[in-house]
């Protein structure tokens, strides 16, 4: 968590812009797309949110371009990110955001009817497996996760520092990077079944849907109980 607090990643999301990279200690360089994060919704965003459904929670929802754009569609969404910028930048377009981590108290855990996990952050913990069996305690029982692939058929973990090549990196933290294969082995040990996947301009999406589904739970009462927690943090 402690990274994201650095200055690199505060002042890419304060200008909108990169560089920015995630540099592995081999040398190696993961651009961040910091550029698109901060515009608007495009195609592929659109192809997400149009499968949203009830409450939404975002993880990892930088500077907050779908936190804004579901609530402007009348969603319940919430985001929470690790980074006070990005939850700043996510606020300042009207939305709902915590600075918390996913592997910390959320509010209306096991309640929520989507999950977002797009723009890399299948990578947040540096384990894949862990983060998606943690989703699946947030997530209601009968909800869904939308999950984005890395575009590379890749499966790594490495330990990462924010890098904008114009001053000190930030400390070392765990990252993963994890491509459609991958993702999808991780979900089935995690207890996930692909519904659904698509591609939309060389962004690759999975739908998923816990095999386990408890039916006393309907999904009105979880969204209105969901929607009850973001009133009273708006509050």
């Given at each position: 968590m402690t990274a994201w607090l650095d200055d690199p990643y505060t002042r890419a999301l304060r200008s909108g812009r990169g560089p920015l990279f995630l540099r592995r200690a081999d040398g190696g360089r993961l651009p961040l797309d910091v550029e698109r994060w901060s515009a608007g919704v495009d195609a592929a965003d659109r192809s997400v949110l149009a499968r949203c459904r009830g409450a939404v929670l975002d993880v990892g929802c930088g500077p907050g371009r779908l936190v804004e754009a579901l609530a402007e569609q009348g969603h319940r969404i919430l985001g929470v990110d690790v980074s006070p910028a990005a939850v700043r930048s996510t606020r300042g377009r009207g939305g709902m955001a915590l600075c918390r981590s996913v592997f910390g108290p959320l509010p209306a855990e096991g309640r929520w009817t989507t999950a977002l996990l797009l723009d890399g952050?299948?990578?947040?913990?540096?384990?894949?497996?862990?983060?998606?069996?943690?989703?699946?305690?947030?997530?209601?029982?009968?909800?869904?996760?939308?999950?984005?692939?890395?575009?590379?058929?890749?499966?790594?973990?490495?330990?990462?520092?924010?890098?904008?090549?114009?001053?000190?990196?930030?400390?070392?933290?765990?990252?993963?990077?994890?491509?459609?294969?991958?993702?999808?082995?991780?979900?089935?040990?995690?207890?996930?079944?692909?519904?659904?996947?698509?591609?939309?301009?060389?962004?690759?999406?999975?739908?998923?849907?816990?095999r386990r589904r408890r039916t006393s739970t309907s999904t009105t009462a979880t969204t209105a109980t969901a929607a009850r927690q973001i009133s009273r943090l708006r509050g």
């Open positions: 952050n299948v990578g947040i913990g540096g384990d894949p497996a862990a983060l998606l069996a943690r989703l699946a305690d947030v997530v209601a029982p009968h909800g869904l996760l939308i999950a984005e692939a890395d575009p590379e058929e890749v499966d790594e973990r490495h330990d990462v520092v924010l890098d904008d090549g114009r001053s000190d990196p930030g400390p070392a933290f765990p990252w993963a990077r994890a491509g459609r294969g991958a993702l999808g082995r991780h979900a089935e040990r995690a207890g996930w079944t692909r519904v659904a996947e698509w591609t939309v301009t060389g962004r690759h999406f999975v739908e998923l849907a816990q």
